[in-house]
């Protein structure tokens, strides 16, 4: 089984006002937490930064390959076909958002360890209530499934997490890891 992890990190942050995952946390960018999530697992060959033509310069591409999208900002499940399509060499994609500074290494292994059972096709977390698709794990399995998704105009994860056979791992509500920043003010607390 070959794994490698992949960071969605080409959207408008239009909500934000700015590239959100370019602001610093903790001395790093966003993204970077996300990298280093994965980069610290074993078990991820390699890491890559799915990003359109636009930002692709403002990445350091020491700690992840750069794979940049023909048709920007046409939304996660795009980003996602797009990376289990172009990356040959890997069974499972553990996909993460660039704007989750709050992901820790300890979060990715205890979704990993559920890869071993063949019998699924995407490990989803649901915090509380809240279901968790851009900080899960996909396998190859499922890129006909987008494809064909996509080729019916649809844009939502919530098609393809229908379409596939998923493995739900519950974590509580207020879990810091599936933070994810839209606005400013959601982690202004966290800057001081």
């Known amino acids: 089984m070959r794994m490698v992890g992949v960071i969605l990190a080409g959207g408008q942050s ?40 636009l930002l692709s310069s403002r990445f350091d591409d020491s700690s992840a390959s750069i794979l940049i999208e023909k048709q920007q900002h046409n939304g996660p499940l795009h980003a996602l076909t797009f990376a289990l399509d172009t990356i040959e060499e890997a069974d499972w994609f553990f996909v993460l958002a660039s704007d989750i500074p709050f992901v820790t290494a300890e979060l990715a292994r205890s979704l990993i360890q559920y890869t071993t059972d063949s ?13 968790q698709p851009l900080l899960a794990l996909y396998h190859k399995r499922c890129l006909p499934y987008a494809k064909d998704i996509i080729a019916q105009n649809k844009k ?26 839209n606005r400013q003010e959601e982690w202004k607390i966290e800057k001081d």
Do not use: C
């Open 156 to 181: 939502s994860m919530r098609p393809l997490l229908q379409a596939v056979r998923v493995k739900w791992i519950h974590f509580p509500d207020n879990q810091k890891d599936f933070t994810n920043i």
């Open 14 to 53: 239009s909500r934000y006002g700015k590239p959100k995952m370019f602001e610093i946390y903790k001395g790093l960018p966003f993204y970077q937490h996300s990298v280093n999530a994965l980069n610290t697992n074993s078990a991820i060959s390699s890491v890559y930064i799915v990003t359109n033509e």
């Open 119 to 131: 019998s699924i096709d995407a490990i989803v977390p649901i915090a509380g209530e809240k279901e």
